[in-house]
């Protein structure tokens, strides 16, 4: 009756991770609309920050960004952010490269619903006149068969962050896809335009720490190797 147990719990804490049809398709349904406040960032006179409704549904999700004066702290005007059906913004952050300021966003495809496809996408803000861009994609999630479902019960697809080139020209953005063992790394530039981009393999005995760029968009990863499951160098 031991090992009966011990399996059964092994299996009921495992469930999220492994199955992704049709358990974790019932379980997105049921994920409520949250909505995630990021922080400030300073573009002169102004604080920017993004603001979004995460909703399973993506016809519920939506992203603005929030425009405030710095000496009143006030709220000036809101951007939404994506309005295509094939562009819905699940999850964002406003970022200075060089001199200009850009929304990031992780843009899902809103037509094909249960796999989450999409990809990692830029918009230029113009701080002067309060305008967005055109958007560019940084990251061809899609073009590597990956998904960008959202969290859910502390599962994860993916997970990702950026990092700057000591000048602060470059922009590298990592993605982690922990079930397809595999990694996405792109570095760009302030215009937006894609130096290098490339998906790689990796075994279950990595976990990733930190990345690094320099000026010439060379980059080094940081991970960790592991023996068995609590031994690690």
């Known amino acids: 009756m031991k090992y009966v147990f011990l399996i059964s719990a092994f299996l009921l ?10 358990f974790q398709a019932i379980m997105y349904e049921s994920f409520e609309t949250k909505r995630r406040t990021n922080d400030f960032v300073l573009a002169g006179e102004k604080l920017l920050r993004t603001v979004s409704d995460l909703s399973t549904n993506l016809q519920k999700c939506r992203t603005e960004i929030e425009v405030y004066s710095r000496e009143k ?13 094939d562009d819905v913004p699940i999850m964002s952050k406003v970022m200075k490269i060089g001199s200009r300021y850009y929304v990031i966003y992780e ?8 796999l989450k496809k999409g990809d990692i996408k830029a918009v ?22 990956f998904s960008m479902k959202p969290d859910n019960i502390g599962y994860r697809t993916h997970w990702g962050f950026y990092r700057q080139s000591p000048d602060r020209k470059l922009m590298l953005c990592f993605y982690h896809f922990p079930l397809r063992k595999q990694y996405l790394i792109s570095v760009f530039d302030e215009s937006l335009q894609i130096i290098q981009e490339r998906a790689e393999e990796f075994p279950d005995d990595v976990k990733f720490y930190d990345a690094s760029v320099d000026n ?9 190797l592991y023996q068995g499951k609590h031994k690690g160098k």
Not at 17 to 22: E, I, K, Q, T, Y
Not at 74 to 81: C, D, E, G, K, T
Not at 107 to 114: I, L, P, Q, S
Request: a negative charge; zero cysteines; aromatic letters at 10%.
């Open 73 to 85: 702290i006030s709220l000036i005007s809101s951007i939404s952010v994506g309005d295509k059906p």
């Open 13 to 22: 804490f495992q469930i999220p991770g492994l199955f992704a049809h049709p």
């Open 124 to 145: 230029e803000i113009d701080t002067a006149k309060l305008t967005l861009g055109p958007s560019h994609t940084i990251a061809h999630v899609s073009r590597y068969d």
């Open 107 to 114: 843009a899902a495809n809103g037509k094909e619903f249960w």
């Open 216 to 224: 010439q968009g060379n980059v080094v990863l940081a991970y960790g």
